[in-house]
């Protein structure tokens, strides 16, 4: 055989075998599962719920609240948790280029040697004619070395396509950060506003207890009545006061929560606070659309699909394990001696040349079911998260219909304890009145003194609860991930540190590690 022909045998070998792989895959494709979804919300009978689809990219704007805005935005710009999700991300397009580069020749060496090699003049050498120059000389080698798994039954394609499900499924885990995080904040603002109220409440009833106390005391001097109204007076006085720190340690409490949230250390958040303390109104109506919607908008929906799919090319890599392994390997490197005809200083002749390549094949036929069972294992695993999305599936709309409950109860809770809170302030006056004027004890002041703290109390309670279930609502819509789309998510300081340790190519650039919104082919160039 010639020797180009030497060559070209194992070059088309190749390329038979390039033109095979790219038709054969074993194992399952994935196919989406069915999800239990329910055709229209229970509420959605509901005057204040309309059943058409919403914006609910920036739906914190829709309670009209700059200082609540400028929370979300402070959020959104420095929390830490979002930032290590945005990390993740990166991470798993890193590891999806490791994916890609199986696709290609899995070793590919530059080797070289240099050696001097000395022998006894007692070995067997010496039975050799010329023995004596074979007891002392140097030996040079230097060449590439490769060997390709050819990818014959799709087993790295396959590890490509689950790596990208598992990219695609870390940026459905940055958007549910960002769900939960907007939700948050906005929930720790509207505390935070509650809680004011609720201590303004406490301060102004301070003021109408140390009057009655007044009233109580200038009575008592006068003799016009015993000092059991005072002592009753002074413990009314001081029951309410003694509610006032236990409300600000929970507004202490609640605002380094919000901090750690805004990835700064604890402070009174005078800056983000400042102004009135009014409770979020919530919008007159509100849009909730279908059940369908949640599949393509929450989040974690999207995940848990995505983490099927890519558990789903997982079978067919352990498949893959069950046939042969095609691969080709190769060598081309140059010799040289300064021992018979071959000279060091012809170490890039032709003739010094030595060329190994062809095809070969490995089958692991007596595995004792190891390979069979770990088949099984990602069937199983595979199984498990179809369940997983199905669950996903039927908890978000249960959140969605518990929060629509939550919200709509709330405020019919709210209208009936504002309608008992008016009677209850003209019951305390009425009550003053009567017993400055003698014709009534002091219970009856501090019956109605108690009542109204408790109605204007659950009342600011009540209105905090309206804004925080529907707060939920939108959370459980999937609603706040979508203030993401057309910006980085990965913040310039964390890209400049890790360019300055890693060559990261052009992999910190948005348009390379953020999925675009169709799956991509299984065969793609190397991230270099």
């Known amino acids: 055989m010639k020797f180009r022909d030497k060559i070209l045998l194992p070059v088309s070998l190749a390329a038979a075998f390039c033109s095979i792989q790219g038709c054969l895959k074993v194992g399952p494709d994935y196919v989406k599962p069915a999800a239990p979804v329910s055709q229209k919300w229970l509420e959605s009978g509901n005057k204040q719920l309309k059943n058409k689809p919403a914006n609910y990219c920036a739906w914190w704007k829709s309670f009209a609240d700059p200082h609540l805005n400028r929370v979300i935005d402070r959020a959104y710009s420095n929390n830490i948790t979002l930032k290590i999700a945005a990390v993740n991300v990166i991470q798993a397009r890193a590891q999806l280029g490791v994916s890609v580069g199986n696709l290609y020749p899995q070793t590919q060496q530059m080797a070289g040697s240099i050696q001097f090699n000395r022998f006894s003049p007692y070995s067997t050498l010496s039975l050799f004619p010329n023995a004596d120059s074979l007891n002392n000389y140097w030996l040079d080698q230097v060449g590439p070395n490769v060997a390709w798994e050819l990818d014959f039954w799709g087993k790295y394609r396959r590890e490509v ?3 990208d499900a598992t990219w695609r499924a870390s940026l459905a885990d940055y958007d549910n950060a960002l769900v939960s995080l907007t939700a948050d904040a906005a929930n720790y603002y509207i505390q935070i506003r509650t809680l004011q109220n609720r201590i303004l409440i406490a301060r102004e009833n301070l003021k109408t207890q140390k009057e009655s106390l007044r009233i109580a005391q200038d009575r008592f001097n006068a003799g016009s009545t015993s000092e059991r109204d005072v002592e009753q007076a002074k413990s009314s006085l001081y029951n309410t006061m003694a509610t006032i720190p236990v409300l600000q340690q929970e507004l202490k409490k609640t605002k380094d ?4 949230l805004l990835g700064m250390p604890p402070n009174n958040l005078s800056d983000l606070l400042s102004g009135p303390t009014t409770i979020p109104v919530p919008p007159p109506s509100i849009a909730i659309g279908i059940p369908a919607d949640l599949l393509r908008r929450r989040p974690d929906v999207r995940s848990a699909e995505l983490k099927a799919e890519a558990q789903c090319e997982q079978i067919g890599i352990a498949k893959a394990d069950l046939f042969p392994e095609f691969s080709l390997t190769g060598s081309f490197d140059f ?51 179809l369940l997983t999305y199905k669950n996903t599936v039927l908890n978000a709309q249960q959140e969605v219909e518990d929060y629509l409950t939550a919200f709509l109860r709330s405020q019919e809770n709210a209208d009936s304890l504002a309608k ?20 009534t004890d002091f219970t009856t002041v501090l019956t109605a003194q108690t009542a109204l703290l408790s109605a204007q109390d659950n009342l600011a309670a009540a209105l905090g609860n309206i804004a925080a279930n529907l707060v939920g609502v939108y959370k459980a819509l999937g609603g706040g991930w979508q203030i993401r ?22 992999l910190l650039q948005p348009a390379v590690y953020l999925p675009p919104p169709c799956k991509q082919s299984d065969v793609r160039g190397p991230d270099w």
């Open 420 to 439: 008992a809170a008016q009677p209850e302030n003209r019951s305390l006056d009425l009550a003053v009145i009567q017993y400055r004027n003698g014709s």
């Open 485 to 506: 789309q057309g910006k980085d998510i990965l913040p310039p300081g964390i890209k400049e540190m890790m360019a300055k340790r890693t060559n990261w190519g052009d």
């Open 335 to 385: 010799l040289a001696s300064n021992f018979g005809p071959a000279k060091l200083a012809q170490m890039a002749n032709l003739n010094s040349a030595n060329i190994t390549a062809g095809p070969g094949f490995q089958w692991n036929i007596l595995n004792y079911g190891q390979i069979t069972n770990n088949v099984r294992a990602q069937d199983a695993a595979f199984q498990t998260t």
């Open 161 to 163: 396509a689950s790596a």
């Open 257 to 260: 929560a919000l901090c750690t």
